[in-house]
């Protein structure tokens, strides 16, 4: 079976300024913080640590909405709702720190049942379900 | 450049920096504890990127939440297990081969799309694109959005919330009833409750 030839190389990418700051600057941010975020996540012994790590990936997620929101969106007249799409990002990222808020307090109170429960936080030894 | 322009090249590098040093003190911490508190400026930076963006209401709800009710919340958990354990609660790593290796594709992607998209003319679809507004003064068009067309992920938002409160209540509460301590003879419980 013969694979289709592959296009052409797309030209050689534009490599962002360091300034003015604009939406990639924002984007590669937010990226370093996800990826610092799951490295945390996916290395952690200790089960509070992976809820860091999860802090974090949703920050890195909430900078995102925000600079898209920021820098695409268009610009009406301040005040104007029908043009209201300027702020959805930012009500995107207010609902989310709800949620995490809310992930944080039942992800705590597991931790606790479950050192309550078994005497260690660490998840690789918390391994009843597993057979 | 004219000089708001310079401040706000400044303010970035300064913010994103602090936040993703701090995000690496998360990760790399000997102990939990000082995992926590690594998280705070993590966040203050995260907030002042907000602010920058023109998110006013999510600099200060960031701050208040973030920081003054999430990290506080793990603070005192962290607290609580090491009053229990008697010691620093070790933040070990392990896997750390398979976390490089996954962390590095997740960089390589999602950088490679980010830099070949820079530059990109993005236009909003069947949206006029015009002169950049006002983006200050947009707390009340918040409230005035998760009123009317996001009543209902704000109504929803709010149920979460109340599940969530009552679930970590009844998940982290002590049942006495049920779970006699070893150590803790039955009179002693009845002289507890009465």
New interface residues.
Partial sequence: MKLPPLPPM?PL????M????G???????A??????????V?????A??I???I??ML?AA??NL??FS??????????S?E?????DG??F???V??????????G??????L??NLGS?NL?EVAKMKW | ?DLT?II??FA??SA?GL??LG??G??FSRQ?LH??LC?LP??FG?AV??G????H??FA??IL??VG??TV??LF??M??QR?LGRG????????L???V??GA??LI???A??????TP?K?LN?????????S??VQ??G???M???LL??EA?SV??L???V???I??R?ERDTEPTSGETPEAREGDSA
């Avoid at chain 1, 990226?31 to 945390?40: N, S």
Wanted: glycine fraction near 6%; aromatic fraction near 8%.
């Fill in positions: 797309p990418p534009n490599i962002p360091p300034w003015p700051v939406l990639t600057h924002y984007l590669l941010f990226m370093l913080l996800f990826a610092i975020g799951l490295f945390t996916l290395s952690r012994k200790h509070v640590g809820l860091l790590g802090e974090l920050n909430n900078v925000v600079a920021h820098f695409l969106s268009p610009r009406g007249t301040a005040g709702l043009l209201n799409s300027v702020l930012q009500v990222a207010l609902i720190i709800a949620l995490a808020a809310c992930e944080a307090a039942v705590l109170a597991i931790i606790l049942r050192y309550r936080t690789d | 450049m322009q706000d090249t970035f590098y994103a936040a993703l995000a690496l998360v990760a939990v995992a926590c998280l993590c966040l995260v990127c907000y920058l963006l023109g998110a209401l999510l709800v960031q939440v973030y009710a999430i919340l793990i958990a962290v609580l297990l229990s609660i070790l933040a070990g790593q392990q896997h750390l398979g976390s490089v996954a962390t997740f960089m999602i950088a490679i980010v830099i070949y998209t820079h530059g993005w909003p949206l006029p694109l015009t002169e950049p507004g006002i983006t003064h947009n068009l918040i005035e959005l998760l009317t067309t996001y992920p704000f938002v979460v919330l599940v969530a409160m679930g970590a209540i998940l982290a002590r």
